[in-house]
């Protein structure tokens, strides 16, 4: 059965288009209250709302809250919080979910609802399905002493500064590093510093003011550039950077150079097996760089692709029994520490690793480059009529031939956009970058 409003994570689109308005929310608030709470006959369930810095949050929790409120689901108000923290609080609240208003990386003017289960974990398919349904019931407010109540949890970011802190060894110190941490005016702004400094790093903040409107605005995840100033500029060790929901992580060495979500994984795995700490193998994607596949095997370490978005690397994650995953992007799941992708705790195993290898970010990655990779992203009306062209069935097949197994070609719709991604990977930068603008005008 289609999902008709749910993508890869959850709900998303334009501030004031359907279904990203006051109207609809309200009602999928409530309909999520039917299936997520009341349907377990709890006689009163509670439901987490977390929030990163977008100016539509406001909006979006007063109506989530009046939505639960109306079906008789108490609401836990948390604030800006980081995608992963109220995965997080979820559990430790021992609530029966949990909702974050977020649009991740994309601008101000985009928005989403994203849903996780009392586990912390992102719903599956067939309750996704169940709420769609519910939404095509009426709305109907039950009697006055049987609604809901709010209630706003002031130490949230506190608890969850703790919880980061706890994923490392207590004898774990950053003392004598400069670290740049890039916040990108998100939900991380007031905790992610935090972390670090209080692990004895010094710390110059960046992307820590946010006013609604600049989030993911020339800086964090999704734009590095002025974060690789800063590290060269300040001569520090390494640079962080999350996105505005700190659900991703990028980083940049003391040279400027990017290390990218694949690298981490890498760097990840490799210290976790030597020192007998991973279990199985490595879950990435289709768009996981060839050079990370080949790294992994030559050291016996499983591998599996899954689609690409979060939610399937955890499904296969979950199958194989594996806790290390995630994607080029910045998405890196360590179940052992959480239950979704957490950019903070990603980069204190990152962090780990470096130091009890005794090595620098720069000088590992020059150890093992990656393959050149060229990805366009085309915004398109219809991806998937353009993804049934049989004029790009035909260019694409006239690449792999000429790459001759010596890199790939990957077409997909954005699970979040309406954009087609076209990448090509070669172990010639320029073949790369030739092919995939080839196949982007096709597209175009």
């Known amino acids: 059965m289609m999902r008709k409003y749910f993508g890869t994570d959850g709900i998303r689109g334009t501030v004031g ?19 997520l709470v009341n349907k377990k006959g709890s006689e009163r369930g509670t439901v987490i709302i977390g929030k990163d810095t977008r100016i539509s949050g406001y909006m979006f929790e007063s109506v989530l809250e009046a939505g639960l409120t109306a079906a008789g689901v108490n609401s836990l108000l948390v604030g800006p919080m980081p995608t992963p923290a109220v995965a997080y609080l979820t559990r430790t609240f021992r609530a029966d979910a949990a909702i974050v208003i ?57 608890r969850y500064i703790e919880f980061c802190k706890a994923s490392v060894p207590n004898d774990f110190s950053l003392k004598g590093k400069k670290i740049v941490v890039d916040c990108a005016h998100g939900a991380a702004y007031h905790i992610a510093p935090h972390v670090f400094e209080e692990l004895g790093a010094e710390i110059i903040a960046m992307g820590v003011s946010p006013n609604g409107l600049n989030i993911n605005q020339e800086c964090g995840a999704t734009d590095t550039q002025a974060l690789a100033a800063k590290v060269l500029s300040e001569q520090a060790d390494l640079g962080i ?29 490799e210290a976790a097996q030597s020192k007998g700490r991973l279990q199985g193998g490595v879950v990435g994607t289709l768009m996981t ?37 995630g994607e080029s992007s910045g998405h890196v799941i ?14 204190l195993q990152v962090l780990r690793t470096l130091f009890e290898q005794e090595i620098d970010l720069y000088a590992w990655a020059q150890q093992n480059p990656l393959f ?50 076209v990448m090509v990977e070669a172990q010639d930068q320029a073949v790369a970058k030739r092919k995939a603008q080839e196949i982007a005008a096709l597209v175009t």
């Open 241 to 269: 950077a999350l996105d505005g929901d700190a659900d991703r992580v990028m980083m940049i060495d003391n040279k400027g150079n990017l290390i990218n979500g694949d690298q981490l994984i890498l760097l990840i795995a």
């Open 289 to 325: 760089n060839m050079a990370v596949e080949n790294r992994l095997k030559s050291l016996e370490i499983p591998f599996v692709r899954a689609k690409v978005g979060d939610r399937y690397v955890m499904e296969a994650l979950k199958t194989n029994g594996w806790t290390l995953g």
């Open 372 to 421: 050149p990779q060229s990805l366009v992203n085309v915004r398109v009306a219809d991806a998937q009529r353009a993804l049934n062209s049989s004029q790009l069935t035909e260019a694409i097949k006239s690449a792999e031939h000429q790459l001759a197994g010596q890199g790939r070609v990957l077409i997909r719709a954005s699970g979040t956009e309406p954009l087609v991604r």
């Open 102 to 158: 977020s649009a991740s990386h994309n601008p101000f003017y985009d928005n989403g609802i994203k849903f996780f289960s009392e586990d912390g974990t992102k719903l599956p398919d067939e309750i996704e399905l169940e709420i769609e349904a519910m939404l095509d019931q009426e709305l109907v407010t039950l009697s006055s002493e049987s609604l809901g109540k709010a209630y706003r949890i002031d130490d949230a970011a506190a």
């Open 334 to 347: 360590c179940l052992e520490h959480n239950t979704t992708g957490d950019g903070i705790i990603a980069a």
């Open 17 to 35: 288009q359907f279904p990203i308005t006051p109207e609809f929310v309200l009602k999928l608030a409530w309909a999520a209250g039917k299936v």
